[in-house]
C-alpha cells in the first residue's frame, strides 16, 4: 500500500505540473495577490486625474474639471474613441512625448486581459498630424497594432481644479421664525 501511495503521489504530481505549465503556457499563471487591472483604474492609479467610469466616457467628465486639448503631454491621459469591438474605449496615460508623432505610454488591458504595459509605443497615423487617429503597440505581435483608433484627445492633470460654484442667499429672505426682517436685524428686534 505504501508504494502505491507513493505512485499516486508521483502521478498526482506530474498531472499537477502539466497543469501549471500549460497555465503558464497560455499566460493564465499570477501570484494569487495579483489583480488583473482594467485600463481605467489602472489610468487613475498612475496619473493625477481622478475620474470614475468607463473609458469612453472620461472625455465628456473631465470637461469643466481639467484642461483637454489634442497635443500629448508627459503625465496626461490620452483618450481612445468606442471603436469596433472596443465598445467601452480606453485610456492610458503618457509617459513619454518620442517625437512629434510618436509618445510612449503606461496601460492596462490593451495586450493582454488585466495585463499592465509600461512605455508603449503610440504613432500618431492622422493626415493632419494632430492625433486625432493612431495605431497603439500590441505585445502579441511586437510591433504597432494593424488598427487605426480615433483619439477624443488628452486630459492635462495640472490644470487646477475647477471652484465650486457658491450660491450666496440673500440677507433680506425670511428667516424660518417668520418675522420678515433681515437675519442681521433679528437680534435687535428681539424683546
Known amino acids: ?50 475620474i470614475r467610469g468607463n473609458a469612453h466616457t472620461w472625455w465628456g467628465q473631465a470637461d469643466g474639471r481639467y484642461a483637454r486639448g489634442s497635443t500629448p503631454q508627459v503625465g496626461s491621459v490620452m483618450v481612445l474613441r468606442s471603436h469596433g469591438r472596443m465598445r467601452l474605449g480606453h485610456v492610458a496615460m503618457v509617459s513619454e512625448i518620442v517625437d512629434s508623432r510618436e509618445i510612449r505610454i503606461n496601460h492596462a488591458n490593451w495586450s493582454g486581459r488585466g495585463v499592465v504595459e509600461s512605455n508603449a509605443l503610440v504613432r500618431d497615423i492622422s493626415a493632419a498630424g494632430d492625433w486625432s487617429a493612431v495605431k497603439v503597440w500590441y505585445g502579441p505581435i511586437g510591433a504597432l497594432g494593424l488598427t487605426s483608433y480615433p483619439v477624443a484627445g488628452f486630459i492635462y492633470p495640472d490644470a487646477p481644479p475647477a471652484m465650486p460654484q457658491v450660491i450666496m442667499a440673500s440677507a433680506t429672505e425670511t428667516p424660518a421664525g417668520g418675522s420678515g426682517l433681515p437675519a442681521t436685524s433679528l437680534a435687535s428686534a428681539a424683546p
Open 1 to 50: 500500500m505504501g508504494n502505491g501511495v507513493a505512485m499516486f503521489s508521483g502521478r498526482l504530481r506530474a498531472v499537477f505540473s502539466l497543469f501549471s505549465a500549460a497555465l503558464l503556457a497560455l499566460g493564465v499563471a499570477a501570484p494569487a495577490h495579483a489583480v488583473p487591472w482594467q485600463c481605467v483604474t489602472y489610468a487613475r492609479h498612475v496619473s493625477e486625474v481622478e
